[in-house]
């Protein structure tokens, strides 16, 4: 996950510049090998520099739209999700990995079946979101909650609706949903698929003018990611 210690702002004559930290899980490394990372990894870390440099690029001198403050939720995933695009991209996936011991590139049989991979069970995926997004506008949308029993009422309802695998009734996902409570998503986390649409017409323009263009990469930054909230 990424957060800011500090804002691009502008007072007077006195200026701050934006500071960003990134909080990785990823695996460590053993005894005295390199640490690895997996492509989930690579797009997990793209995702998250998404947000990073959203909020370094900011050129708003206001503090409380600077940056990724107080960009709506429709669009707080957008930097982030477009740039897990550029790990999927065949020009793009020899600049981020070599084989550890003899640094080949990755094989172009190998290439061809990670890029395959990308649409495996993307459907599934599609509605695990939806469940997500789907109970946690229900939640929100009630006045109150009579009793504990109710929420689960709620996502089994959602359940029915949408999932194709169900859990399995002790199952209580809910209890750790910390997106929807500790982190600030309440009836907001619909902006993750919202935002993928989004990102999707964003990159459209990449692959269509290259996508290591420098021209998109700079509207890119003077259109979306300069402009914070």
Same mark, same amino acid.
């Given at each position: 996950?990424?957060?800011?210690?500090?804002?691009?702002?502008?007072?007077?004559?006195?200026?701050?510049?934006?500071?960003?930290?990134?909080?990785?899980?990823?695996?460590?490394?053993?005894?005295?090998?390199?640490?690895?990372? =997996?492509?989930?990894?690579?797009?997990?870390?793209?995702?998250?520099?998404?947000?990073?440099?959203?909020?370094?690029?900011?050129?708003?001198?206001?503090? $409380?739209?600077?940056?990724?403050?107080?960009?709506?939720?429709?669009?707080?995933?957008?930097?982030?999700?477009?740039?897990?695009?550029?790990?999927?991209?065949?020009?793009?996936?020899?600049?981020?990995?070599?084989?550890?011991? =003899?640094?080949?590139?990755?094989?172009?049989?190998?290439?061809?079946?990670?890029?395959?991979?990308?649409?495996?069970?993307?459907?599934?995926?599609?509605?695990?979101?939806?469940?997500?997004?789907?109970?946690?506008? =229900?939640?929100?949308?009630?006045?109150?909650?009579?009793?504990?029993?109710?929420?689960?009422?709620?996502?089994?309802?959602?359940?029915?609706?949408? $999932?194709?695998?169900?859990?399995?009734?002790?199952?209580?996902?809910?209890?750790?949903?910390?997106?929807?409570?500790?982190?600030?998503?309440?009836?907001?986390?619909?902006?993750?698929?919202?935002?993928?649409?989004?990102?999707?017409?964003?990159?459209?323009?990449?692959?269509?003018?290259?996508?290591?263009?420098?021209? =998109?990469?700079?509207?890119?930054?003077?259109?979306?990611? $300069?402009?914070?909230?």
């Amino acid at each position: 996950w990424m957060d800011d210690y500090d804002r691009y702002a502008r007072v007077g004559e006195k200026s701050a510049r934006p500071v960003v930290f990134l909080t990785c899980n990823f695996m460590p490394p053993a005894l005295d090998q390199e640490a690895l990372l =997996t492509h989930d990894d690579v797009v997990t870390l793209f995702h998250e520099f998404g947000h990073c440099i959203h909020h370094l690029f900011s050129k708003v001198e206001v503090p $409380s739209v600077s940056g990724i403050h107080g960009v709506e939720w429709d669009a707080v995933e957008l930097p982030s999700q477009l740039m897990e695009n550029f790990c999927w991209q065949k020009e793009i996936i020899p600049l981020l990995s070599q084989h550890v011991e =003899t640094g080949a590139p990755l094989p172009q049989a190998w290439l061809a079946s990670l890029m395959a991979s990308r649409c495996f069970q993307s459907a599934m995926q599609m509605l695990r979101q939806l469940e997500f997004a789907l109970f946690d506008l =229900t939640l929100y949308q009630r006045v109150s909650i009579e009793s504990p029993g109710v929420i689960q009422q709620i996502l089994d309802q959602v359940r029915d609706q949408v $999932s194709v695998l169900k859990p399995p009734v002790f199952n209580r996902f809910q209890n750790s949903f910390s997106h929807i409570f500790a982190g600030g998503y309440a009836a907001g986390y619909y902006s993750y698929k919202w935002a993928e649409i989004l990102s999707a017409d964003a990159f459209d323009r990449f692959e269509s003018e290259g996508i290591l263009d420098p021209e =998109t990469g700079k509207s890119l930054v003077d259109c979306v990611l $300069s402009q914070g909230g």
